[in-house]
Every structure is written in C-alpha cells, then in structure tokens.
C-alpha cells in the first residue's frame, strides 16, 4: 500500500512538471522496480527534472554524432562514387582496346574496326592508339582511303604521340599496297618473319637477338614487334635484357613499352629491378609506371614496392603500390608502412592489403588499438572477410563503445557466417537497435544455431 501511493504520488509531481516520457520507463519496469525505489528518498521535483534534463542531454549527444557519422559516411560514398565512376570509364576504356588488339589476333578486322572507333569517339588517354589501330584494321579491310584518312588526322590531332612512327610505316604499307610509290623495306609475310626470327634466336641467341634489335627500330608493324619482343623475352640473356631495357625505357609505342616492362619483371633479378627503377623515375605516364609496379609484383620485389607505396605522391599509383605488396605476402612491409604513414586513406588501404597478405593478426591488433574508430571498422570489416574468429571479435565487441564500431562487428560475423557470433549478441546487447540489427542478419543467414535462436524469440 505504502509503495502504491508513493509511486502515484511521484506520477502526479511528474505529470506536473511535464516529464511524464522521462519516467514513462520506470513505471513499466514492473513491480518489482518500484517496490525497491519506495524504499529510496524520494526524488523532490527539482532532481526528477534534473535528470531528465540529463537524459536528453545525452540522448541529444547520441543523436548529434550519429547525425555526424551519417553526414561523414555519406562525403565517403559521394567521393566513393566520384572514385567508381572513373574507374568505370577508365576499366572501359581499356575494355575496348583489348577486346580490339584480340579482334585484330583474330584476324576479325571490322570487328577490330568498330571497337577502336568506339575507343576514339570517347576521347580517352588511348585515343591516338585507336587512330592508329584503326587505320590498321582498315587497311587490312581493304580501305586504304580511310586508313590514310586515320593516320593524318592522328598526325594532325596528336603531334607528339609515340604513335606517329608506326603510323609513318603504315602510311607507307598502305601506299604501296594501294599502288602508289612502293617502299622497298616494306614488311613482307608477318608469319614467316616471325618463325625466321624464332630459329635464328634458337640456333644463334647472338645473332637472333640482334635480329629482333633491327625488327623493333625498323618499319615491321607493332603487331610484328610485339611478337617479336616476346619471342626477345624467351631468351634470358643478358643481351636480351639489355634491348628489353631499351624499350621499357620507351624506345617504341606505349604498347611495347607496357609489354616490355612486363617481360622486366618476369626476367627478375637485380639487373631488372634496376632498369625498373629508372623506367619508373624517367616516365610521368600513370599506365607505364602502373605497369612497373606490377612487374614488381609479378618478380616479388617488395622492397621496391615498398619504396613507392611510401614515396609516391599520386594517390592511385600509391594504392596500387600498396594493393600489390599485399599480393605479395608482404607481412612486414605493410605493418612497418601503417606505422608510418598519417593518412586514413592509405590506411585503409594497407588494411586492406593486409587481407589480401593473410594477415589476421595484425587487424586484429588494429581492431583493439586503433584510436581511429574508422580504421577500427576498416580493420574489423576485413577481419570478417576473412571468417572473423568469433573469441577475437566478441572480446573486441565487449569493451567497445564506438557504435559504429559494433555495428561492423555485426557486419563482420554476418560476412564470415557466424552465426553463434550473432546469436550471442542479440541475447545480451542491451541497445534494442543493436539487437535488432543481430536479429536481421539471422534472419538472412538461414544457419541451423540462428534458426534455433529465431524460434525461440517466436515462442517468447
């Protein structure tokens, strides 16, 4: 009796001060709550006000920084996007102009043709490759007018292009092809070019990789010199390393130049590393110096990645450099790196690369020790892609108060199929909408443990 007109007491001075919300909670907490708070002092209005004032206070600060993580996640996403739809055009752009040299391999000539038109008309950074491997196509179609009418406009539209050396060959193919003044040092038969060149390199290396030196500074197409390069590649001598340097150096069109560097890297060796080097400090070309650290990758030298993922100032070119040391098991590397570098950006980044080396470990250090809350989630995210072991994640869940933080655990077990992770949430998170976000991942995740815990709730 004594509890029950206390309580109603504490109601009517509640009602009165207008915080009936504030106590709304207390008087549903049952019975048993309010037996215990009669036999407290009870509150004088002052003090009932005062603390709703505090958890409004509170409530409004939980508010302002999700409102401010909201607005934060969404500059992300907006540059996120910025970021996909250039690297939509640009995967496009170089989507046609592969598809476009496989048509020419081909033989399938119109094919080739409407791909590279495709490729000029969008005005790219391959857009004077395109001319040319246009006006390639046409003339094997059979359009001599047209291919002419290609190579000027490259000439006219891209002076500088390393492209206008091929293109002077072909003009010159396709006026002799057309009857017009013939060049004597014209290409004849491609095929049988190639296998004379292929049985000189194997009968005489010496003599075969001189034979290949004049084929790529002579007036054979790039088709002719990329295969003569790669039958060059075969060889491993130090005289093959030294042409190939040649033209990683740039001595020819950005197409054997790439592929140069390539063979670079599958050659390895300290001798190649440094040819590498100096290609990669001589060129300002993102696609020659991407194709470098790739090379890199290609031969493992993560020293040299290690380099440029530390020294280079385009953001790209040092992600990629990042990416690639991942791709290389480069453990250490990347740890020194996190270490070293102040941007969350590239953070990320390394965290990401440390998924791809396999290194479970260190995320799992990040994961605890990362002041950053957002390079915790970046951590945490990866360490769910890689099945996220559930003791790591629940210790890191316990003591964690960042939201947001919670919430990519969640992510993490849903990621790694982990049921019992989830399970285990929504049976002690105290926070209704955390619990919520457990309940909706295992409802998605059709596991045995999470079905159990479904039926359950149901029969709650």
């Known amino acids: 009796m004594k509890g029950r007109m206390m309580t109603e007491n504490f109601e009517r001075i509640a009602q009165r001060m207008g915080i009936v919300a504030a106590v709304a909670g207390l008087l549903a907490a049952g019975p048993g709550v309010l037996a215990a708070r009669s036999q407290q002092k009870p509150q004088t209005p002052g003090e009932v006000k005062r603390s709703a004032t505090s958890e409004e206070m509170r409530e409004a ?67 004077d490759a395109a001319l040319y491997w246009l006006a390639y196509a046409e003339n094997k179609e059979g359009k001599r007018e047209a291919a002419l009418a290609r190579i000027v406009d490259l000439k006219k539209n891209y002076p500088q292009s390393r492209w206008t050396k091929d293109a002077a060959a072909l003009e010159m193919e396709v006026r002799q092809n057309s009857g017009q003044k013939a060049n004597p040092d014209a290409v004849g038969d491609e095929d049988l070019k190639l296998l004379a060149l ?60 790439r592929k140069a560097v390539e063979y670079l890297g599958i050659f ?14 001589s060129t300002n070309d993102p696609s020659i110096r991407r194709a470098v650290i790739r090379s890199y990758m290609i031969s493992g030298d993560r020293e040299q990645l290690l380099v440029l993922a530390k020294n280079e100032k385009n953001e790209e070119l040092k992600r990629e450099a990042i990416r690639n040391l991942g791709l290389t098991g480069g453990k250490n590397e990347l740890q020194q790196l996190y270490q070293s570098d102040s941007s969350t950006e590239a953070k990320k980044e390394i965290l990401q690369a440390l998924f791809l080396a396999g290194d479970s470990q260190k995320l799992g250090q990040v994961a605890v020790d990362e002041k950053n809350p957002e390079l915790r989630r970046a951590a945490i995210r990866n360490m769910g892609l890689m099945g996220g072991r559930e003791p790591e994640l629940q210790a ?42 457990a309940v909706e991942k295992l409802a998605l995740m059709n596991s045995k443990e999470g079905n159990d815990y479904l039926m359950e709730l149901l029969q709650k």
Do not use: C, H, W
Request: hydrophobic residues 30%; without cysteine; charged residues 35%.
């Open 396 to 437: 890191i869940y316990a003591r964690e108060t960042d939201r947001g933080v919670k919430e990519e655990i969640l992510n993490a077990y849903f990621l790694g199929g982990n049921a019992s992770g989830l399970v285990a949430v929504a049976k002690t998170e105290k926070d209704p909408e955390l619990r919520k976000k």
């Open 198 to 257: 292929q049985g000189i390199m194997n009968n005489n290396p010496e003599q075969g990789v001189a034979s290949v030196e004049k084929v790529l500074n002579g007036s054979a197409s790039p088709a002719v010199k990329s295969k003569a390069l790669f039958v060059l590649a075969q060889s491993g001598s130090p005289q093959a390393l030294g042409v190939l340097g040649k033209v990683a150096q740039g001595q020819g069109n950005p197409d054997l130049q």
């Open 61 to 127: 600060q939980r508010e302002k920084e999700e409102e401010e993580r909201d607005r934060e996640e969404e500059i992300r996403d907006r540059e996120q996007e910025k970021k996909d739809q250039e690297q939509e055009r640009a995967d496009r752009l170089q989507e046609l102009y592969d598809d476009g040299r496989e048509a020419l391999d081909d033989g399938q000539y119109v094919v080739a043709g409407k791909k590279f038109a495709e490729l000029y008309q969008l005005k790219g950074p391959q857009a």
């Open 268 to 281: 390895g060796g300290k001798r190649a590393a440094q040819t590498l080097a100096g290609v990669y400090t």
